[in-house]
């Protein structure tokens, strides 16, 4: 699982039949001193969140087994918002 | 399954539900001399391990067995703690 931020988000009317009500986000993966890293990833959210706020991504066929993804066709899903994290730099 | 230093943990309220009482950690993933490779990573904790712990991690859909398998959706979970940095033998060397 990745740390990510919310950078904004998907429209899409024409997809398939399992995905119809679900939340497409825009997110990029950061590092733990909170800078960007290259990329980004289109992700189903899954627990509600908002822009800016730092996420829970988790990838592959883990994604599909998120509450309310059963069966989709999904690889990259929301799973947490982030209230905060903390980092020992000397472990 | 790789080597790998908890280095943080993560506090996370609002989360999928499957996930409710379980444990986020940050883990710094190691090479064969237990020198950092790669970018931390988040991991759900399987077994109680802690902050500056040597453990190993498991990925992929195999990261949810050691929960509900069909319903807990990780990628990354630690499966198991290391007794100490000397129990890491690499006859490579």
Known sequence: MIIARILGTVVSTQKDERLQGKKLLIVKPINLDGTDQSGYLVAVDTVGAGFHEKVIVVGGSSARLAEGNKDCPVDSAIIGVIDSFEVNSES | ?93
């Open chain 2, 1 to 93: 399954m790789q080597i790998a230093r908890v280095i943080g943990n993560v506090v996370s309220t609002v989360k999928n539900e499957s996930l409710h009482g379980r444990k986020f950690l940050i883990v710094q993933t190691l090479d064969a001399d237990l020198k950092p490779k790669g970018k931390p990573m988040i991991a759900l904790d399987a077994v109680g391990a802690g902050v500056g712990e040597l453990v190993f991690w498991c990925r992929g859909k195999e990261a949810s067995f050691p929960f509900k398998r069909d319903s807990t959706p990780t990628d990354c979970t630690i499966v198991g703690i290391i007794d100490s940095d000397a129990h890491v033998f690499n006859n490579g060397k």
